[in-house]
């Protein structure tokens, strides 16, 4: 066997290797639905996920700190800081692509969103939004979180509508306007 025979067998064997799980069924959830926590004295933010965070009392700077309260608003005030999640990539590879408000939200140093954090089945994600750049982040799925769970011939081309990526969850922060979300 030549040296070219074998380089073009394991070639072709790393191309066929998928990195997404082909699960039959959906995964579930392994963490609740996440708490946001805002420090107005020092600017903190904190995340829990566990199972006793509405009997945990979070301080910081010395305070006892409440938990945020997501906008659920329809007005004029939601279409600019709503996120919207569109999923890119493919049956073998996928990422969420998150973008905030329409028309896109300000990003001056006066108002501005802070970060997006996504809420996935093992867990979430932040990303940290620079200041005069778009309201927009990119997010990687691996593992469980890039599962395909259906085997539909529509799933496999460029017809896939990622149905079974139902129940992914976009937060966003505005430094003047509060806690936003969007579920896919």
């Not at 394991?10 to 579930?28: F, V, Y």
């Not at 608003?73 to 590879?93: C, K, N, V, W, Y």
């Not at 085997?151 to 496999?156: L, M, S």
């Amino acid at each position: 066997m030549s040296f070219n025979h074998i380089a073009t067998e394991r070639s072709r064997a790393l191309r066929r290797t998928s990195t997404r799980i082909k699960n039959s069924t959906k995964p579930t959830f392994t963490h609740r639905v996440p708490t946001f926590y805002h420090c107005p004295q020092c600017g903190e933010f904190l995340v829990t996920m566990g199972k006793n965070d509405a009997m945990s009392h979070i301080t910081c700077c010395g305070n006892v700190l409440s938990a945020l309260m997501v906008h659920e608003s329809t007005d004029i005030l939601a279409q600019q800081h709503q996120p919207m999640i569109r999923i890119s990539g493919g049956f073998e590879s996928n990422a969420l692509f998150v973008t905030v408000g329409s028309p896109p939200h300000p990003m001056a140093s006066d108002h501005r969103l802070e970060w997006i954090f996504i809420y996935t089945f093992q867990g979430g994600q932040f990303k940290l939004l620079p200041l005069d750049t778009p309201p927009e982040a990119t997010f990687a799925l691996a593992s469980s979180d890039a599962y395909v769970y259906c085997d539909r011939p529509i799933c496999k081309g460029k017809q896939c509508k990622f149905n079974c990526k139902r129940g992914f969850t976009a937060y966003t922060w505005c430094n003047q306007h509060g806690l936003w979300r969007y579920t896919l």
